[in-house]
């Protein structure tokens, strides 16, 4: 099973895409980790990515596709993978296809979270993320049981530095401007699947299984 789940930020992709690649054995690569992860190494490429990704902007497709295409050879990624927020631009989608092709396989299908903007800043702006397992919760929507705290491991739940409503606001036109036209890419394709990303995680997740069996 090979897929990419396209949305905008807050759209829900990181939630079911967790779920989904755990249920699956499969695993979910999420460029957004990735770069996170470079970033509170301090290495030079997460050195190079944070300065792009604190004001909301995309890092250049160069530094993006080699962490993927290094992630796509790894062991575990044999079997398949979910791309969660990878390819964001349309010379990222042809990269992809590149690399998928000289691997000699294809994209199985693209998940499309359709949310409304006023629930994407509800939801980005009230995210709360784990800084020792990463999990994510929602002040409002999936509060953790201790304020805080992780349920899981008890870690300290944070604020994402782009998070503020300022940059959330800019991320969202980056997306409209950049990413969006990869509807269009996708749908020409005949691999687009469109899913109403708004109401219970479990729905949606319903929603994204049958969409896969299909
Ligand atoms: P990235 O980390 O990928 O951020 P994003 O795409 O903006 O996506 P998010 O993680 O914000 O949202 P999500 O859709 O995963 O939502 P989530 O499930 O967490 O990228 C960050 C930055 O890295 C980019 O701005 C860019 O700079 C750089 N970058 C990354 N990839 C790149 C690429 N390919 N090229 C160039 N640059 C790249 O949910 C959000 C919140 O909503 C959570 O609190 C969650 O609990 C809640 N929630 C989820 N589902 C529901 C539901 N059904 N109902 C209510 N609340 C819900």
Not at 24 to 41: F, H, N, S, W, Y
Not at 66 to 87: M, S
Not at 169 to 181: C, F, G, I, N
Not at 189 to 210: C, D, H, V
């Amino acid at each position: 099973m090979r897929l990419i789940f396209l949305g905008a930020p807050g759209a829900g992709k990181g939630t079911q895409a967790r779920t989904l690649a755990g249920e699956r054995g499969i695993p979910q690569i999420a460029t957004g980790d990735m770069l996170r992860e470079a970033v509170a190494k301090g290495t030079r490429l997460g050195m190079e990515a944070k300065s792009y990704m604190d004001r909301g902007a995309l890092v250049p497709d160069k530094v993006v596709v080699g962490l993927v295409a290094e992630r796509l050879d790894q062991d575990d990624a044999k079997k398949g993978f979910i791309l969660d927020g990878f390819p964001r631009t349309v010379a990222q989608a042809e990269v992809l296809e590149r690399l998928l092709k000289d691997r000699e396989l294809v994209v199985d299908r693209v998940i499309f979270f359709e949310v409304s903007e006023g629930e994407l800043l509800r939801r980005l702006t009230g995210r709360r993320v784990c800084r020792g397992c990463g999990a994510t919760y929602h002040l409002a929507f999936s509060p953790p049981k201790s304020a805080g705290r992780c349920d899981r491991c008890e870690g300290e739940l944070y604020q994402r530095e782009d998070d503020s409503e300022a940059t959330v606001r800019r991320r969202l036109e980056v997306y409209a401007a950049q990413t969006s036209p990869l509807l269009d890419y996708y749908r020409s394709r005949g691999l687009l699947t469109r899913i109403a990303g708004e109401g219970s995680p479990e729905a949606i997740g319903r929603a994204i299984r049958q969409a896969v069996a299909r």
